[in-house]
């Protein structure tokens, strides 16, 4: 079905206007008045990827995306299909959802995948309960075990207090397939992302049956690329801003769920900056621990 477009329909995007060879990222960039600002990179132990679990009965992220998607329109964001694997006591399952074929086609090409990513941004955005879930999740779960980390390299002193800058709301990717389309390796820094942050990748769908990772470099143009797997019930966490990354193509009839966001962190990240020419459809909410 999904021979053609793009890969993924997601809720939002960091988009940019000049292409990859008239950005140049700047580790520590000035603003836009020519000060210097206080973007800089972490520690060089929290640029390596780690996968840590996260108890899935209290953070149920992957029922709430389902609900979310059941409250979407079925001709723009899609519906679920029944499987032998689903019944009327477990539920659907987020592998069996379908995308309409013309949501993953852009409007040049006579498709709508730029109202779809729209809608969807929209009922991300405002729907409570999968952002409830979420802030949970992130503020209990994920800024702890960065704040861990930071802890031990050294980079703060435990038990002090440390601010925090968190994606809200984070981006829901939806892979249908099969498909022959991949996301091409990039690095977030070519969209305006900074190297003071962490990138937080959570699957909500079995990985033995999309046959579908995360793949990234080891360091920055390692060019070393490798699988990070993770299934439900785990987290990766991998510096985005400057290891090149990409996701692999869907060549099963199940659908890839994912959900990402990014946190930055005091004295390394600018919330203040923006890379010239860079806009986005999501914002930051700021918690401090």
């Not at 206007?17 to 950005?23: A, H, I, L, P």
């Not at 108890?55 to 899609?78: F, H, P, T, W």
């Not at 409830?132 to 800024?143: P, R």
């Not at 990717?173 to 962490?198: C, I, M, S, T």
């Amino acid at each position: 079905m999904y021979k053609s477009g793009i890969p993924t329909l997601r809720s939002s995007a960091h988009r940019v206007k000049f292409d990859v060879k008239r950005r140049n990222h700047d580790p520590k960039p000035k603003d836009r008045h020519g000060n210097e600002t206080t973007t800089t990179w972490l520690p060089e132990s929290l640029l390596k990827e780690d996968v840590f679990d996260y108890d899935v009965q209290k953070y149920d992220l992957r029922s709430a995306v389902i609900s979310l998607l059941n409250s979407c329109d079925e001709s723009i964001v899609g519906t679920f299909e029944t499987s032998s694997s689903s019944s009327s006591e477990t539920g659907p399952r987020l592998e069996d959802f379908r995308v309409p074929v013309p949501s993953i086609w852009r409007a040049v090409n006579g498709g709508c995948c730029e109202n779809a990513q729209k809608y969807l941004s929209d009922a991300v955005s405002s729907n409570i309960q999968f952002l409830t879930i979420f802030e949970e999740f992130v503020e209990q779960v994920a800024l702890p075990y960065f704040k861990r980390r930071l802890e031990a390299a050294g980079a703060i002193e435990p038990d002090t207090p440390t601010t925090f800058y968190y994606q809200h709301p984070p981006t829901i990717r939806l892979q249908p397939g099969p498909g022959w389309a991949k996301v091409k390796p990039h690095n977030d820094a070519e969209y305006g992302h900074q190297n003071g942050e962490l990138n937080f990748w959570v699957p909500l769908t079995d990985r033995t049956l999309t046959k579908v990772d995360l793949w990234s470099e080891t360091t920055f143009q390692q060019d070393d690329y490798h699988p990070i797997q993770a299934n439900v019930g785990q987290a990766i966490s991998f510096h985005g801003s400057s290891c090149r990354h990409y996701v692999n193509a869907n060549e099963t009839s199940n659908t890839r769920v994912s959900l990402d966001f990014r946190i930055g962190v005091q004295g390394f990240f600018d919330p203040y900056w923006q890379m010239k020419g860079t806009t986005d459809d999501h914002g930051r909410r700021e918690a401090t621990l």
